[in-house]
């Protein structure tokens, strides 16, 4: 497509640009069309905004941890794994920091960790090696009355501006040599437009700046083309992720789909297992 005149600047950009983490120009058409699809070609359903207003963990965080203790599961928190042994086709150990858990005949492993995390963990896979980055800035202060929940700038450095019940909240995606800036300098920056923006005035409020550096894969053909399967070549392990091939750019629809793909492969795997034993018996 035309990378240049006004409806890009205006419509392409800013939706491209926010799903796909990376900029247009070099980013993969299949990740671009498919963010497409699922938004603008979805009507005005698919286009609707949501924004978890109290943070992600109320709305995914918590209810699964709930929801693994109904299950008689437990969570377990600061305790790294260093190492996953193996043995023919199969995991057999995951080597914590603390402590070793051997693996039966009927346990599968869902890693669901970052990509480089993951080459270090399983030999041999091959995972996004490039990355993009996004900064946020939050300001502790009230939005005026009737300030939209979402406002999206045309440009300025803010590219989205979130309002919250107590804050007001930036995020700049593909964030490139702003990731360098001192963090001062920045929020100084970015709190001149969300002023201009809002209306407030006053000196710099209190705020924190939030930099991620690897905080997507590139959404460009080469990387995409790197991403692997949920399945792996051991029969009990698979993979979870925004950077799992989903055919979707890293978001959080793309990290809950092969979550969703990663749970439906164990267990399409133990019921294969459960046939076929069962059609060994006598």
């Known amino acids: 497509m035309r990378c240049d005149g006004a409806l890009y600047e205006r419509l392409w950009r800013p939706i491209l640009l926010a799903g796909l983490n990376t900029e247009p120009k070099e980013s993969s058409v299949s990740l671009a069309g498919a963010l497409i699809r699922e938004t603008l070609g979805g009507g005005g359903k698919a286009c609707r905004p949501l924004t978890a207003s109290e943070g992600l963990s109320p709305i995914f965080v918590d209810p699964a941890v709930r929801f693994i203790a109904r299950s008689g599961g437990t969570v377990r928190l600061g305790e790294r794994l260093r190492d996953i042994r193996f043995a023919a086709d199969r995991a057999v150990a995951l080597d914590f920091e603390s402590a070793s858990v051997s693996l039966g005949r009927d346990d599968a492993v869902i890693v669901a960790v970052p990509p480089w995390a ?164 006598p």
């Open 118 to 281: 993951a080459e270090a963990l399983l030999p041999g896979i091959e995972a996004p090696n490039a990355f993009r980055g996004i900064v946020n800035a939050h300001f502790r202060v009230a939005a005026p009355e009737g300030h939209p929940p979402i406002l999206g700038v045309i440009g300025g450095r803010t590219q989205w501006l979130f309002a919250y019940r107590d804050r007001l909240s930036v995020t700049i995606s593909a964030a490139g040599e702003l990731l360098d800036w001192p963090r001062e300098a920045l929020a100084e920056s970015i709190w001149s437009e969300v002023a201009a923006l809002t209306g407030l005035g006053g000196a710099l409020p209190p705020w924190r700046i939030v930099k991620e550096r690897r905080a997507t894969f590139a959404a460009t053909p080469d990387q995409d083309a790197r991403r692997p399967r949920t399945r792996t070549r051991w029969s009990n392990v698979f993979l979870a992720g925004d950077w799992v091939q989903t055919g979707l750019p890293a978001t959080i629809e793309g990290a809950v789909r092969s979550g969703a793909e990663a749970a439906g492969a164990v267990v399409a795997t133990a019921a294969k297992r459960q046939i076929f034993a069962e059609g060994a018996l």
